[in-house]
């Protein structure tokens, strides 16, 4: 590879794309193989081109474009497409609605080797078909094949990423409370919970109101359970009051209860526990007065077949308290804002 100026560089094929930024526009002006000729000299000048790179590189380089395809094959997956390669780069496009696993330990590994960059959308995200997910290059012209071999090697057997489809659920909801259960009050629960639900392929199998009795809500819960249920949803009772029932309720009928109180609010006191993976979530009622809590956060997950750890609602602390921006006139832009990342 060697640097030759413009003037001399006509009838010579370019070894990289030139890039022109103009206003509203920034692309490539001049693609990888284009023969200069001597009407492209004025132009490259303009673009600020006094040298290109001509001739074939040392055999221990990579060209910025083999390179890109090379870092593309660690990330494919199914439900997904690459575009066709820009300026040395390579973007990643989801070919489905779906939630965005991210392993950020390879993640890291990966940047952490030189020239390679490797940038994703955020771990648990909600995407929608067509959206870029990931893009990948390196930042010089050339790097040294040791660079994606070791980039490679470190990868082999491991998924940078999984674009996951929402699988159909069968959900049972479970309402508690002696005011709704006596007629005191409206339920407000369940109009909010169809309204979520609606973003996922689901069919609620059956609804039922529970006093704050133990033994009704467990009877209710296998109720909807033996209609084929297999996400239950219960909604009130998860204060510290002595009249509230439902976390003893879900752990008599034998569900492993992951946490009992989140790091995070709107939400704090939300409740998540499976049974042979089957998973079961106590809402508080912040869910009915607030538009985005703690279940907002949790619900892709579930419906996308991945198991919640305690580990990822305690990394919900880290951006989990909502700036509640309709409150202060602003409009809400969840998913894409901070709000209970993990």
């Known amino acids: 590879m060697r640097k030759v100026r413009i003037e ?19 692309g490539a ?25 001509i001739s074939d590189p040392d055999d221990n380089l990579v060209h910025e474009e083999a390179a890109a395809i090379r870092l593309s094959r660690l990330a494919r997956t199914d439900r997904t497409h690459f575009g066709e390669i820009s300026e040395g780069k390579i973007v990643q496009f989801a070919d489905a609605d ?8 390879l993640l890291n590994m990966l940047n952490s080797i030189q020239d390679v960059t490797i940038c994703t959308q955020r771990n648990h995200m909600r995407v929608k078909k067509g959206e870029r997910i990931a893009s990948m290059r390196i930042v010089p012209l050339w790097t040294d094949e040791k660079n994606l071999a070791k980039a490679e ?24 409370g002696s005011e709704v259960f006596s007629g005191r009050i409206e339920d407000k629960f369940q109009p909010v919970l169809k309204h979520k639900l609606a973003t996922f392929p689901h069919e609620v199998v059956g609804a039922r109101i529970c006093d704050d009795d133990e033994r009704m809500i467990t009877e209710a819960c296998n109720d909807l359970i033996g ?19 439902t976390t003893e309720a ?8 992951v946490t009992h109180g989140v790091p995070c609010q709107p939400g704090n006191m939300t409740l998540l526990a499976y049974k042979d993976g089957m998973p079961a979530v106590g809402i508080p009622s912040a869910a009915i007065s607030r538009p985005v809590t703690v279940l907002d956060v949790i619900l892709p997950s579930l419906f996308a077949g991945i198991q919640i750890s305690r580990n990822d609602m305690i ?13 202060n006139g602003a409009q809400c832009h969840f998913p894409n804002c901070h709000f209970g990342n993990y």
């Open 98 to 105: 779906g939630f965005l696993e991210i392993d950020i330990e």
């Open 227 to 245: 209609n084929g249920a297999d996400l239950l949803l219960l909604t009130g009772g998860m204060s510290v009051d002595a009249d509230d029932v």
């Open 153 to 176: 090697e470190i990868a082999k057997g491991r998924r940078l990423l999984v674009l996951h489809e929402y699988e159909h659920r069968k959900v049972g909801i479970v309402i508690t």
């Open 29 to 53: 002006r001049f693609k990888r193989g284009h023969v200069i000729t001597r009407d492209d000299v004025s132009t490259l000048l303009d673009m600020g081109k006094k040298c290109v790179y």
């Open 315 to 327: 990394a919900m602390a880290n951006g989990g308290l909502c700036d509640m921006c309709d409150k």
């Open 8 to 26: 001399d560089a006509i009838g010579l094929p370019l070894l990289h794309d030139v890039t022109q930024i103009t206003e509203g526009f920034k």
């Open 250 to 257: 879900v752990r008599s009928l034998g569900f492993d209860i």
